[in-house]
């Protein structure tokens, strides 16, 4: 029965993150010519995008509304693009080189937009997996590690943060203090941009909000690759026989890790658009690589 559980939770894992790919073809940024004067990025979470989607097109669980309603909400003087890139973790490829490639698809889209648009500020949005990119992205940024300076950027909104909690973030209103995503806290946080990152996490959701009980499930979760046959049942198994009747309640969690509401994604998009529109006041001697 344990062995069982672990199957079905290895399947789901894979049909979370499985998504038809696209054929891959020559990215566009935007559609349009000339440069906007506030950019959107936003990322897609796994099995939300493919590679070869256009960035203008809009798309992904969650950022595509929030991208919609802010062009919507600010006339299009905030530009928003969709990054794409290849995103089957756990399905075809192992968490970690997902996020790895999703990460430097969306650092080469900041760095030819601010080359293309030295006037233009920047917005960040992710879900999921697409929040652990916009996430590791903000925090390099804010210390001096990223594309461009932190007095660039205006507003980040989270959605459903692996490294949720413990980064001076700003939580959204239905957001615990006591969440702690599954790969914990970021090094060095958000720094200097903690009070212009708000972060929304359901207090159920098994990669933002994880259980004590439930963290032995993420080393095997991380090294899952369904594709290449690497699927450490046993060890899942064991983290099962531990958690006893508990673990159906992982199935559960999973279910809230996709239970976001409109209201959230007006919650995130509310926050993007009142940052756009407020000072930016941060030291710009901490410059960028």
Not at 35 to 50: D, F, I, S
Not at 189 to 213: A, W
């Amino acid at each position: 029965m344990l062995r069982r559980l672990a199957a079905v939770c290895a399947a789901a894992l894979a049909l979370v993150a499985a998504a038809p790919a696209a054929t891959a073809q020559p990215v566009k940024t935007v559609p349009h010519q000339g440069c906007a004067e506030h950019y959107l990025v936003a990322v897609p979470g796994g099995a939300n995008t493919a590679e070869g989607i256009p960035d203008w097109m809009p798309h992904g669980g969650n950022v595509f509304m929030t991208g919609i309603l802010t062009r919507l909400g600010t006339d299009g003087h905030i530009q928003p693009l969709w990054v794409a890139y290849p995103s089957t973790p756990f399905a075809t490829t192992e968490y970690q080189r997902s996020s790895a490639g999703g990460y430097q698809r969306v650092r080469r889209t900041v760095v030819k937009l601010a080359n293309q648009c030295p006037a233009a500020r920047f917005s960040f949005t992710g879900y999921s997996l697409g929040a652990d990119i916009a996430a590791r992205m903000t925090s390099d940024i804010a210390n001096g590690r990223g594309p461009i300076p932190p007095e660039k950027v205006s507003g980040v909104a989270l959605f459903a943060n692996p490294y949720q909690g413990g980064n001076g973030a700003v939580l959204s209103a239905g957001t615990s203090p006591d969440s702690r995503g599954a790969l914990g806290s970021l090094p060095g946080g958000y720094g200097v941009l903690g009070n212009r990152v708000l972060e929304i996490c359901n207090p159920e959701d098994i990669v933002c909000s994880t259980k004590d009980s439930m963290r032995g499930l993420v080393s095997p979760a991380l090294r899952t690759n369904v594709v290449a046959g690497r699927v450490p049942l046993n060890e899942f198994a064991s983290v099962f026989r531990t958690l006893g009747l508990a673990s159906y309640g992982v199935l559960h969690d999973m279910g809230a890790h996709g239970d976001y509401s409109l209201a959230q994604q007006q919650e995130a998009t509310n926050w993007i658009i009142e940052r756009s529109e407020a000072p930016v006041q941060i030291p710009v001697e901490l410059g960028h690589e």
